[in-house]
């Protein structure tokens, strides 16, 4: 069944460690997206992709950096974790010009 | 810059009742799209409905139902039977419809629904 994965649900991790969120879809779609949820909050996007070796900054101001080197994949990394990352980061992708899909997105929290 | 404006943070409906839930949006563009989407408590979000600007005709889906107003810009979201697995944040968006759109979000709605 066609669907998009995030890897971990949760994380707990200390301060200055280096984090990979990971973002996966079966659905082959080119366009991919990472925001950044606070809990009952609105979504900000923090990065973009309209493909493989594309990446774009979102409107939110973000640390963390993508990538994008397989269509199906599309992984965040934070260098150096802060308590200020604490926070939800939710994955999306779709076909150019339609709708979301959603992952179940990562719960990172930075003691 | 395009906007989406949700003016309700918090709703309340009583279970078999109906509720709309409002959203406005700016934008310059003729070719967009508009969503309704669902976040449960920890739960994962999804499309509730889709709406073409190009089509006039409001979107339904089974209990859910639009009101588009494309020269008010406004796409309000209807519940009708209201159940208790409607309880929810409910997101108002918007794509430009262009390679280069990217989803922009309102603010959010919570949704409670009382038995």
């Known amino acids: 069944e066609a669907d998009i994965y995030q890897t971990p649900r949760y994380l707990v991790i200390g301060t200055g460690k280096k984090i990979t969120l990971e973002c996966s879809q079966t659905?082959?779609?080119?366009?991919m997206y990472w925001y950044q949820q606070d809990p009952g909050m609105e979504l900000h996007l923090i990065h973009y992709?309209?493909?493989?070796?594309?990446?774009e900054k979102g409107d939110l101001s973000s640390e963390s950096t993508v990538s994008r080197i397989r269509t199906e994949h599309f992984p965040l990394t934070l260098e150096s974790a802060r308590p200020s990352h604490t926070s939800q980061y939710l994955c999306?992708?779709?076909?150019?010009?339609?709708?979301?899909?959603f992952g179940q997105g990562t719960r990172l929290t930075v003691v | 810059a395009q906007t989406v404006t949700q003016s309700q943070p918090e709703m309340s409906v009583q279970e078999a009742e109906t509720v709309t839930l409002s959203c406005t949006y700016d934008?310059?563009?003729?070719?967009?799209?508009l969503f309704w989407y669902k976040q449960p408590p920890s739960r994962q979000m999804i499309l509730v409905i889709r709406?073409?600007?190009?089509?006039?005709q409001n979107a339904t889906e089974n209990r859910f139902s639009v009101n588009f107003q494309k020269a008010a810009k406004s796409f309000s979201l209807k519940i009708s039977d209201s159940q208790l697995g409607d309880a929810a944040m409910y997101f108002c968006?918007?794509?430009?419809?262009?390679?280069?759109?990217?989803?922009?979000f309102g603010k959010g709605t919570k949704l409670s629904v009382k038995p």
């Open positions: 999306a992708s779709s076909e150019i010009g339609k709708e979301a899909f």
């Open positions: 659905m082959g779609h080119d366009k």
């Open positions: 992709s309209y493909g493989v070796n594309s990446t």
């Open positions: 934008t310059s563009e003729s070719d967009y799209y």
């Open positions: 709406q073409e600007a190009y089509k006039q």
């Open positions: 968006a918007y794509k430009y419809g262009g390679s280069q759109g990217n989803l922009i």
